[in-house]
């Protein structure tokens, strides 16, 4: 079992950044793949990014060069690094921990109960 807990949302203008935090508990932490995946309301939860036990890391087109992901498995903790947020980033961001690495959410094992992301224009 492993529990995830995120942290880190809030309300950010137009251009400006948030960091994500996700904390997860479990001594198995390092062996995961984690990722980040957000819904915004009436739509379908999406793939934002993912990361590997050993650091690599992919991204949905529609974040990349503004996001990224990184870990800490020292600390049992993986961020994302938002930035040039946009209105369209608006929405509840989960984290999630899979076996293998992977884009489709229902591949993914664990998940957090999610952060607001909210973009004013």
């Known amino acids: 079992q492993v529990q995830l807990v995120e942290s880190g949302g809030g309300l950010v203008q137009t251009g400006g950044s948030l960091r994500l935090s996700c904390a997860a508990s479990g001594r198995t932490f390092s062996s995961y793949v984690m990722g980040w995946f957000r819904q915004a309301p009436g739509k379908e939860r999406v793939f934002v990014a993912t990361i590997s036990p050993g650091g690599y890391s992919s991204y949905a087109d529609s974040v990349k060069g503004r996001f990224t992901i990184s870990r800490d498995n020292a600390k049992s903790t993986v961020f994302l690094q938002m930035n040039s947020l946009k209105p369209e980033d608006t929405a509840v961001y989960y984290c999630?921990?899979?076996?293998?690495?992977?884009?489709?959410?229902?591949?993914?094992?664990?998940w957090g109960q999610g952060t607001q992301v909210t973009v004013s224009s």
């Open positions: 999630a921990a899979a076996r293998f690495l992977e884009t489709r959410h229902d591949r993914y094992d664990y």
